[in-house]
């Protein structure tokens, strides 16, 4: 079982990055799929996620508006589109895959399955 983050850079502020997991060994259709994000000197945090359906994406208010987040059914991919970036969005940036509970999605807690994280570094 295997989640590889992929699409992370340094870009600068306003700018935009994608960022994709590409998840093997899994059975995809049975897992809702979030991203988590660790700044520096900060716990992980929810950043965005989808269910297992992709039929409802979930969103933190903190990113809502600029980040955007898909999954693909044929590929077993879920990506995170992040657009207006922040200095205050440098963070590595972990996906991860759960089976829990729909009202459970944003709970880190809930996760078991994790990906090794993507630096993402915006520049002023």
């Known amino acids: 079982v295997q989640l590889q983050a992929s699409g992370g850079g340094l870009v600068q502020a306003g700018g935009s990055l994608r960022l994709s997991c590409a998840a093997s060994g899994l059975s995809f259709s049975s897992y809702h799929m979030g991203w988590f994000r660790q700044g520096p000197g900060k716990e992980r945090e929810f950043v965005a996620a989808?269910?297992?359906?992709?039929?409802?994406?979930y969103i933190a208010d903190s990113v809502k508006g600029r980040f955007t987040i898909s999954r693909d059914r044929n590929k077993n991919t879920v990506d995170l589109q992040m657009n207006s970036l922040k200095p205050e969005d440098t963070a590595v940036y972990y996906c991860?895959?759960?089976?829990?509970?729909?009202?459970?999605?944003?709970?880190?807690?809930?996760?078991?399955?994790w990906g090794q994280g993507t630096q993402v570094t915006v520049s002023s």
């Open positions: 989808i269910s297992r359906s992709g039929g409802r994406p």
């Open positions: 991860a895959a759960s089976n829990t509970i729909l009202g459970e999605i944003r709970t880190i807690s809930r996760y078991d399955i």
